[in-house]
């Protein structure tokens, strides 16, 4: 063999060898772009994969994801994080945006939009100019699953499928288990309207002994960093996006643009396929609620999204649907999460709590509350 032959190939088994070592590399990529080749977002899950999930996608993404386990649940089970961010460039201290799903446990659509939220995230930050220098301003802090007790019940068997609340147990003289944990956050409980909550506890609007008296929603409370600039709590059905707050007499400060900001939500979510979302703030009377409570500590943009549908599967959502309404929902979450950042960046400043509307109210009754929402944003539960 002569010298050029020789050249020749050792240049092609070097090549080899990078050829090998790059398409190693490369898939290596593409599997932390993905997070989950081998995980099926069109499905819904069981709790044990859902953690695997977030096993995974944390360990596929060290520079973007980390977890972090924020409390547990009546049965002692954790309740864990997501966090998405990246370093700040200039160094400043960042922000943050609250996104949660399965505080109900039944809404089995709401996990699911979860996982798919983080994963349109890991795919598209490094080419969406504006998602990255987000995730360089804000940190995203997404629990998939909070009602983790309640989730795993409704996989048990056909019967429990359309379980709502916890799973603490009864309270004296009862045999009922559970609360829903969506009346049990301490938000204009002192000030209780007609069918705002139940305080049966057969009730599936049951809201526990106390306002902030059961381990997830103090959870919540404690996962609550400062600085948090939108609160996006996830559940179905009816394709609403709700204000705050759910007391027919409390207004938010910024309602108006609330309002806005919720109709621009749904006006990009209606682009894609072509679903109306309806924007209103009473759709049912209710205390207790995160959505509420979020915006009483001073959080400005506080929403609750109610995903598909409109009555025809409600919360049996088929999986079939999983996929549309995930990618609908993310284009609304995605809009308001844009403009709390643009705003986070410009406002250092913003009114909190509520406005008090008077009438059915005696004058002594209004001072009692607006004395009750002064020691709500100074302590954060009673």
Known sequence: MDSSSILTANLLQYFSVFLSFFCFFN???VEGAESTWNYDYTKYHRMDEIRQ?????????????????????????????????LDNPQGREKKVIWVDCGIHAREWIAPAFCQWFVK??????????????????????????????GYMFTWANDSTRLWRKSRSTPPPGSS????????????????????????DS????????????????????????????CFLTIHSAGQLILL????????????????SVGKAAAAEMKKIHGMDYTVERLH???????????RLIGIPFSYTFELRDKGEFGHLLPEDQIQPACEEAYAGALSIITYGHGQGFLQQHRPNSAVVTATGFSSGLVVLVAMWIMSVTTGLFV
């Open 176 to 199: 009922c288990y559970g609360v829903d944990l969506n009346r049990n956050f301490n938000a204009n409980w002192e000030v209780r309207c007609v069918g705002c909550v139940s305080f």
């Open 53 to 85: 999930w977030m096993e995974d996608v944390e360990q596929m993404n060290p520079h973007l994801v980390s977890s972090s386990v924020y409390g547990q649940t009546y049965e002692g089970r954790n309740i864990t994080l997501l966090k998405l961010a």
């Open 284 to 294: 049912r009377s209710n205390s207790g609620s995160s959505r509420d409570w979020a």
């Open 244 to 259: 705050p707050y759910g007391h027919p007499q409390i207004t938010a400060p910024n309602y108006e643009e609330l309002v």
């Open 202 to 229: 057969c009730s599936n609007t049951y809201c526990g002994k106390s306002a902030g008296s059961e381990p997830e929603a103090k959870a919540v409370r404690s996962g609550m960093v400062d600085k948090v600039l």
């Open 120 to 149: 349109e995230i890991v795919q598209s930050y490094k080419t969406n100019k504006k998602l990255e220098q987000i995730l360089q301003n804000v940190d995203i802090l997404v629990t998939p699953v909070v009602n983790v007790d």
């Open 27 to 29: 898939h290596s990529l």
